[in-house]
């Protein structure tokens, strides 16, 4: 199936919990709420005609301009975007599905923005979330053991996020 | 003969069910058998795992936050330190992800000398796989063919770009350059030497009776297990069954990107003629023997890319426009250990630069299937397990 089809096979079967959807970018997506990502996810994966079984990626990303100069050109608002790249085993095409989040929960740096998790729908989603906390700093909601995979356990931060400062120094380990 | 009355009377006085105490075992990361870095924590009762659990990071060097202060060019070699042992691939993978959200397209004759590359690095590839997986199940021989055979693909890559390891050849828009004159004469003759050595490997390797005990019915993997974990290349082929009507999954044929649909070659699935009988689809045997076949398949596409080559039309890399597009694309490759994906995401605030690079790793996806396939077994299949799955810590870690 193509991006539109898919698209509008999920609007049939879930209109309401569709946010926004775009089928003329490259990879065509829908943008949905944290709250029903859920839903659209066990959709994607059960739906007769849709069968996504694979969660490939997801991907945090920083939507933010640090030079000031430049964020009128940039043309977006400061957020934080959690990305699922899903694919079908038995029909052999892919879609995209977006979550749109502030960049701190309530405006209070520090407390990270907050998403149901996917790993009781997609067992591959556990490490790919876990990475996602890491780096970019996204709360999943849920998840089994939500813990740092990649840095330190006692690292501060997430480096991932634009306005990250690296440390002076870890553990007498000098830095920059 | 024991009599009546040594045997004591009250049960209680004896316990010949003593337990044995579970223990946490370390293995790793200086490990030899977990290719790299790999820290694995195992809880053991006596010579049985009860649990497996993986730790990663130990060469994590941020390759992502690279990646976005970074011209695309720029970040082409350290694409080349994720996958370390397929840095053709790796390149390709990242090239196709930021033309892909360009909306470029490649000449014919670059995507020609993409693919012999990219294969050959497969094979370079796969012959590291089977020979440290021989290492890792204590036979040495078939390594030191294995790496015999690698040496001369590397000769040939050190011909075309100078690197023996971090290549950065393929790049964004096409080669970095045109094959030297007289290349596709020695890739030729490689390929004439190597074809008749692939049945020697078998005898040493795939059909020796040790082998066959230590890698037949261990680690097995169901096909719906791969999906869910979102597992790929050889870690999902092995587990597919080509009698049971399985899709041969490989992105070559389902997303045929650099013109793979213009070549012909199969995809290898099990069943295979040679498995011995006590393996079973999805263990650790037929995910070493769908790399073997691969490698055949690779050597067809090989020998139909080199004939194409003095024919294929344009030039070997066109120019790299001066802005990424706002948006953003997700490319998946076929590489060696599986579905290497690049996501990039484009601004207009910051020119050629990406606002964010995203590497999925493919080894990561099968790695995070070990754990269920270590529970049960001894402590001596670990390394079987791990080497099956034939990770690259590099790319693990990134």
Known sequence: ?176 | MVTASLIPQDQTIVEFDVRTDEMLVNMGPQHPSTHGVLRLVLRTDGEIISEAMPHLGYLHRCAEKIGENLLPIQFIPYTDRMDYLAGMNMNLGYSLAIEKLCNMKIPEKASVIRVIVSELNRIASHLVAMGTYGLDLGTFSPFLYAFREREMILDLFEEVCGARLTYSYLTIGGAHDDLPDGWIDHCQQFLDYFEPRIPEYHTLLTTNHIFVNRTANIGVCSKELAIQHACSGPMLRGSLNARKNDTAWDLRKIEPYSDYDKYDFKVVIPPFDMAPPEAVVGDCWHRYMVRMLEVVESIKILRQALDRYPKAAGSHRVEVPKHLAAGDAYVETECPRGQMGFYVVGSNAKGQVPLRVRARSSSMANLSLASKLCEGCLIADIPAIIGSIDIVMGEIDR
């Open chain 1, 1 to 176: 199936m193509t991006g539109a089809e898919i698209i509008a096979t999920l609007e049939a079967e879930c209109s309401t919990k569709i946010k926004s959807t775009k089928a003329d970018a490259i990879d065509p997506f829908v943008f949905v709420e944290p709250g029903d990502l859920v839903a659209v996810a066990t959709v994607l994966r059960d739906h007769a005609k849709l069968k996504f079984e694979m969660l490939n990626c997801i991907s945090g990303v920083d939507y933010l301009e640090l030079d000031p100069k430049k964020i009128a050109k940039a043309g977006f608002e400061p957020h934080v975007e959690v990305v699922y790249h899903f694919s079908s085993f038995t029909h052999k095409h892919r879609f995209v599905v977006k979550v749109s989040l502030p960049r701190w929960k309530d405006n209070k740096p520090g407390e990270l923005p907050e998403v149901p998790t996917l790993s009781p729908l997609f067992p591959a989603a556990d490490w790919h979330e876990r990475e996602a906390f890491d780096l970019v700093g996204v709360n999943f909601v849920g998840h089994p053991d939500l813990c740092r995979i990649l840095l330190a356990d006692d690292w501060v931060g997430h480096p991932l996020r634009k306005d990250y400062e690296f440390p002076l120094e870890y553990h007498g380990i000098r830095g920059r």
